[in-house]
């Protein structure tokens, strides 16, 4: 059973956290609250660990600039809202983390971006490219082109499938409360440490009130708690009004509720991979690319694939044959299956010039790969 030390230890050997903010937060002092973010940033990267900020606030600061008394109640009113708010938010965002050395990245991101596999492919290619690059990726939903059937519902719960994208160790999910209590907090309840089974711990005491700012209560935490889970990534909720609200969890603090998964998040993705998904085509691998594979845990590199079978796109599944036709293995294909045959027997060295532009090495990456 791992503990916040362990945890602890795991984010600053160059992990990931995804931090969630709240409108609630964002509209008792925007600037202030970034502001805090923003040295959050910095005190994580000094420590080793990244950090993605997912925001809210766009539509609240949209509000306020148009002088409206209220949140606007049809969706082209919170689309227009939106739309007022974004260019301010990021703008405070900017200048915050510009303040710690920090490039900030905006990413606004639809239900449709991490639903269409290519789509979620290219999402998470450009969210890593910006953490490699040392940037802090800010990330919203795009409420100015979302509708129902395109929204994530809060942004909680978009936190919690970012956590997916950018392979997430962490989710921090700030609030204005202290974390998940067993009751009412005013009526003296107690704030619970962390949750191990969210099913029984948890849902039963989360409720279901909503804020008039936001559109997320403890319920919705509580659900992107389950979601992060199941990509095997720890949750933390905590009050986004104390000092240090991020890293006290990297430095092993007691603070907030921390909900465990059940699975690690490499367990997680190889089970998905094998069992949830259908290949699609099939590589034929030559002997020294399955010793590779099998003994020595590497990736599949191009010079080793001898066929491609079937028709499939960049980001499928696909199985790994021997040349005997023996399936041993599955894995996510970096290319479609017409790029896999031209480079297939390739030195990665040649691949520019095969492919046109600069692709990487691995045709599966042994993160994409299971052994069956």
Known sequence: MKTRAELAAQLRSGGVVVVKIGSRLLAEDAEARVAVLAAEARALADRGVRAVIVTSGAIALGVARLGLAERPRTMPGLQAAAAVGQGRLMQIYERALAGHGLACGQVLLTHDDVRDRRRYLNA???????????AVPVINENDTVSVDEIKFGDNDRLAALVTSLVEADALCILTDVDGLYDGDPAAGAKLIPEVRDIDREAR???GGARSGVGTGGMASKVEAARVAGRFGVVTLVASGRRARPITSLVDGEDAGTVFWPSVSRLQSRKHWIAYALRPSGALVVDAGARRA????KKSLLPSGVKA??????QGDAVSVLDEAGEEFARGLCAFDSDEAEQIA?????????????????EVIHRDDLVLL
Do not use: Q
């Open 204 to 206: 039963p005491v989360a």
């Open 308 to 313: 491609v079978r079937g028709r499939f796109g």
């Open 124 to 134: 998470r290619h450009a969210l890593g490219e910006l953490l490699r690059l040392g």
């Open 293 to 296: 594979l099998t003994d020595g």
């Open 345 to 361: 027997g390739r030195r990665t060295s040649e691949l520019e010039a095969l492919l046109g532009y600069r692709a990487v090495e």
